[in-house]
């Protein structure tokens, strides 16, 4: 005979149910209110990326106002700072950088269980970063720490442990450290040197002693510069640059101006290749009819001068060299083989001139147009004609010789009869005493 099985559960005759009863302990409703901010001190949220911030720290805070257009409705910037490390200085600040970040507001809430009530709070996002000491104040902690007692084992572990700068400071300290007690002093009030500073004092005194001094150094490098002898003991300028000096004694006897006397004693138009010979040309050999031909002279060995450069080859970078004998013949006519080998073996002895020779050369040129004019002053406008270069090289190498070069005063104007467009061009070159060199330029140490 089978038994029916009863099902679970049904032997307490009741039946009962799977569904969960509601829990007597839910959370009540909460009620969310927006605290405005009060502009001035507000709850902070800071962050510390990539460094760790020792927990015992204190931060000082720091509020200042900033203009409404840039943080809304925060009316102040708060900065939070601490020096409490040894070497390191830590700085919260809230960072405008532009970013997605920078957009989002941010609030903290404050629960009250027992009126249920959330109150959001505006809050500031600071982000904490570290920064190492400057040199300075390194600097000043080493100079505290000298004088104590322990100093001497500190600046061992920092020589050992600290960072560059300190160690550099401490290496500064001690290498400018050969000074005297500031409590010995002599009679005088100054300080008694020990004996290790006096001899490095000596030392010093015996090394410069025989150094030139600045003067001294000006003077040689003058002499070495590539222009003319100057007399700089006379007061009158036409004896500053001497013709015979100039030219040669020697040139004098082979410079033959037969030619010119003959043209100028016929009225004859004389054609030179030289601007600046042909200006002065009936001037200077009118006054050779009368009996003085050394300026005559000057002037025909000038011209030779000025043919004989413009007659040499290019030879590389800033040099040149003598063309051939024949073709130098040619370039300058009329005149005696001895006046070529004369300023062949003077300003070409190895048959190349450097830049040093092309400069002697000119500063010559420009020495013997300055003795030439009337009362030592000269229009640089010919001779950059005559040499092709440009107005401000010319210009400089007449302030190598000592000449003051200024542009054409009204009156100048009046007296060449330029127009003002044209008297722009021109520059008159003046030789005065005392006389003006251009100073040497001594470059300034680099900092190291």
């Given amino acids: 005979m089978s038994e029916k099985k009863r099902k679970r559960g049904t032997d ?56 409404n ?13 601490s020096s409490a490390h040894p070497k390191l200085d830590y700085t919260a600040r809230e960072e405008m950088s532009g970013a997605a970040d920078s957009l989002l507001k941010h609030y903290i809430g404050v629960y009250d269980p027992s009126s249920g009530q959330v109150q959001l709070v505006p809050a500031r996002k600071l982000v904490m970063r570290s920064t190492l000491r400057s040199a300075t104040t390194l600097e000043d902690d080493v100079k505290e720490i000298m004088p104590s007692k322990s100093h001497g084992a500190r600046v061992i572990l920092g020589e050992a442990f600290g960072t560059k700068k300190s160690q550099k400071a ?36 015996e090394a410069s002693a025989s150094m030139p001094s600045k003067a001294e150094m000006q003077a040689t490098m003058d002499q070495a510069k590539p222009r003319p002898k100057a007399n700089l003991e006379t007061t009158d300028p036409r004896e500053v640059y001497l013709l015979e000096d100039l030219v040669g004694a020697s040139a004098f006897k082979h410079i033959n101006i037969a030619p010119w006397l003959e043209a100028v004693k016929d009225g004859k138009d004389v054609q030179t290749t030289s ?20 300026e005559a002279k000057a002037l025909r060995f000038l011209l030779a001068l000025i043919q004989w450069y413009k007659a040499l080859k290019s030879a590389g970078r800033d040099g040149k060299k003598l063309p051939t004998k024949e073709e130098m013949q040619k370039a300058v006519p009329d005149v005696d083989n001895a006046i070529l080998d004369q300023l062949r073996r003077r300003f070409a002895p190895n048959f190349n001139l450097n830049r040093w020779d092309l400069d002697y050369v000119l500063t010559h040129i420009c020495a013997l147009a300055l003795v030439l004019d ?27 010789i000592g000449c003051r070069v200024q542009p054409l005063t009204e009156t100048d104007r009046k007296k060449t009869s330029l127009t003002k467009a044209a008297a722009a061009a021109h520059r008159i070159a003046k030789l005065r005493i005392p006389l003006e060199f251009p100073k040497v330029r001594v470059p300034a140490s680099r900092r190291k």
């Fill in 12 to 67: 307490d005759g009741g039946n009962r149910s799977n569904k969960k009863k509601p829990s007597s302990n839910a959370m009540p409703t909460l009620k969310f209110s927006i605290v405005e901010a009060t502009g001035s001190w507000d709850p902070v949220i800071a962050s510390t990326p990539g460094l760790e911030l020792p927990r015992t720290s204190s931060l000082d805070a720091y509020s200042k106002a900033v203009p």
């Fill in 69 to 81: 257009h840039e943080r809304g409705a925060l009316s102040s910037e708060i900065l939070l700072q």
């Fill in 170 to 205: 401490i290496r500064a300290l001690t290498e400018n450290a050969i000074a005297s007690p500031a409590n010995r002093r002599n009679v005088d009030g100054q300080p008694v040197l020990n004996a290790s500073a006096t001899a490095v004092l000596d030392t010093m005194a």
């Fill in 275 to 294: 601007h600046y010979v042909s200006k002065n040309f009936f001037r200077i050999v009118k006054a050779a009819a009368m009996g003085n031909t050394e």
């Fill in 374 to 400: 009337t009362n030592c002053e000269t229009d640089a406008y010919y001779l950059r004609e005559d040499m092709g270069l440009e107005m401000t090289q010319v210009s400089q190498y007449f302030r190598e």
